[in-house]
């Protein structure tokens, strides 16, 4: 692959202190073909510094990206910004100014005519990295993974009519896990829209079910304020995707460039972070009296990075803590106090727990139906519910809660870990009754829900991802794509840190693992990236190998490949007496080809016995992509199961409770 000279320019150390002698008074292009020519000729060595550049040579290619979008690009900008501020900009320099003022490192995109000024004013610039993905579906995913592992807001850009088409699945599954996210779209010129123009559709109204919030930009003195204000949505309150779209014309227009002072003051958007601390003083009241408290935590706790506050918070009140699958990590699986994720596919001792407690405190969880189950069974039981959450809307939604307290988790927590500290000096727990509480968990934990039947004929699923826990020392990025194989990340990689875990929990997005790895990668360069797919999932986002193979991006891929759309089947087994309609998965690729024709490894395992051994020569290859096609169980089942509709205690555990 060619790089483009002004990386190899900007991308070495030595380089940044020189381009920024030259570019402070030379015009950016210039310098460009300057260095282009003085690499054409080969007189890059010493004054580049000493990392060879061949077309093929991946390594320092990797090397230049990493190292631009750090360092070298900001030397040149700030010289670049003082200018700007003088001129007027034409609107695509507007777009690229403000993805800047933001700290914007990444933007994941694909081009086409409506974004085209966009896309000039980025390669004259050297700010933030652009990513070309192979498909515009991925670009949204993998800035959609870029901010859930990093909790900076993705930035993705994408052209009119099946650009932004294209990129609806990935909006969607971003706005269902609330995820901070700015979509810029292309649209056609002012004049022509509503005219069913070429590549034209109502983008706005398309997503607006979708989004947290959509603008349609129509005049080119409104274009810096609205990119503010999209930032300043997508992160504040509860967090979510916000799309801007631009037509072409304002693209092309000038105007003048004011950088921003403070944050955006919006009349009718003013989110709540600190709790009511009349209801904090209730809660810790409940709390204390309670004889089986649990604590439910969800993705809001991920998304207010509140972890060490939720550690603190569980360790004070001393009760069994579950998480969602949105929540995974924000308490330590590996934590004595930890019972497991509940709901559809969650553990036994959690789901119990969560029905015969007493009192439940929900922090950043929204008691959705794969958690809860039927909810006129999850009524049944008396219990008080506490509901900590940042949108009013999801309190009471599906519940019946005593005490809301709608706020930031994070806030919230402290507050809440404060007042126990003050209220149990009056109030006291009751010991024996937690110790009893404690004691029936125990029970339930007895049943060893987990427990699977182990083989030295065919590789278990499960077995695999356990494999990965420890060639990973439970250190990985994990993404998954959606099925049965999620479900067993989920269940058997323990995640004890948080933004660890990257799946799309409310849409269920097939096609989202790969993508996500991308995301991942990019945000955190040298960490380890695995992404736990089925043979049916990859095959939705397989293109981005390429994507992959370009900006030398090298996650390790499991396919738990089982021949069948396997949740598909499980259902169809259970539900429709084993008549397999359509989840039957023919004429697979040859994945060990196809990963060597995008330009990476591919293994293919068979054998129980291999499974450690590929794994860890896998995970040796740090700077290659991987696919690892591990032939499964076919008709292996994700226990335990609450079937939809039923109540959560009224799980199948195997096989035998069919
Ligand atoms: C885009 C999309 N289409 C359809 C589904 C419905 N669906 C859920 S799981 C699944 C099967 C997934 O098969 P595979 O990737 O092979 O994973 P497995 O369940 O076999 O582990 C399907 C079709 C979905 N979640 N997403
Ligand atoms: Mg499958």
Known sequence: MVLPSKLLLLSLPQAAASASVSIQCTPVGCVHSLMANALQIGKVSGWLGSVSLKASDHVAEHVAVQHFSKRGCNQMGDAGNERNELMELNGADIVVRCLADEGVEHVFGYPGG???????????????????????????????????????????????????????????????????????????PTHAIGEDAFQECDTVGITRP???????????????????????????????????????????????????????????????????????????????????????????????????????????????????????????????????????????????????CDVLISVGARFDDRVIGNPKHFAQNARKIIHVDIDPSSISKRVKVDVPIVGNVKDVLIDLIAQYKISATETRQNPEALAKWWQQVQVWR????????????????????????????????????????????????????????????????????????????MANPGATVACITGEGSIQMNIQELSTCRQYHLTPKILCLNNRYLGMVRQWQQIDYSSRYAESYMDALPDFVKLAEAYGHVGMRIEKPSDVDGAMREAFKLKDRLVFMDFITDREENVWPMVKAGKGLTEMLLGSEDL
Not at 128 to 142: G, K, P, S, T, W
Not at 150 to 178: E, F, H, Q, R, W
Request: charged share 15%; with cysteine; hydrophobic share 40%.
């Open 210 to 356: 979708c989004v947290k919030h959509n603008f349609l930009v129509r005049d080119i003195k409104d274009l810096a304020d609205v990119m503010r204000k999209a930032f300043y949505i997508a992160r504040t309150g509860r967090p979510g995707p916000v799309l801007v779209d631009i037509p072409k014309d304002i693209t092309a227009a000038h105007c003048k460039y004011t950088p921003a002072k403070g944050e955006p003051v919006l009349r009718s958007y003013a989110p709540v972070v600190k709790g009511h601390q009349g209801q904090i003083k209730k809660a810790v009241q409940m709390l204390l009296q309670a004889e089986r408290p649990m604590i439910y935590s969800g993705g809001g706790a991920i998304l207010s990075d509140a972890s060490a506050e939720l550690h603190e918070f569980v360790k004070l009140v001393g009760a069994p803590c579950t998480n969602t699958l949105m929540g995974l990590g924000a308490f330590p699986f590996s934590d004595s106090q930890f019972v497991g994720m509940p709901g559809m596919h969650g553990t036994y001792e959690a789901n119990m727990a969560m029905q015969h």
């Open 446 to 521: 007895g049943k060893e829900c987990m427990k699977f039947a182990s083989s030295n004929e065919v590789i278990k699923p499960q077995s695999v991802v356990q494999k990965l826990w420890e060639v990973t020392k439970g250190d990985a990025y994990v993404t998954s794509d959606v099925g049965q194989h999620q479900m067993w990340a989920a269940q058997y990689y323990g995640f004890d840190k948080p933004r660890r875990w990257i799946n799309s929990g409310g849409l269920g997005t097939m096609g989202v693992g790969l993508p996500y790895a991308m995301g991942v990668q």
């Open 114 to 188: 409506a974004v085209l000024y966009i896309y000039d004013a980025i390669y004259k610039q050297d700010k933030f990295q652009h990513i070309l993905v192979r498909h515009e579906q991925a670009a949204v995913h993998a800035a959609d993974a870029y901010s859930r592992s990093s909790n900076k807001v993705g930035v993705c850009l994408v052209t009119s009519g099946p650009g932004v088409t294209n990129a609806v699945t990935g909006i969607a599954t971003a706005y269902m896990d609330s995820i901070p996210m700015v979509i810029i779209s292309g649209q056609v």
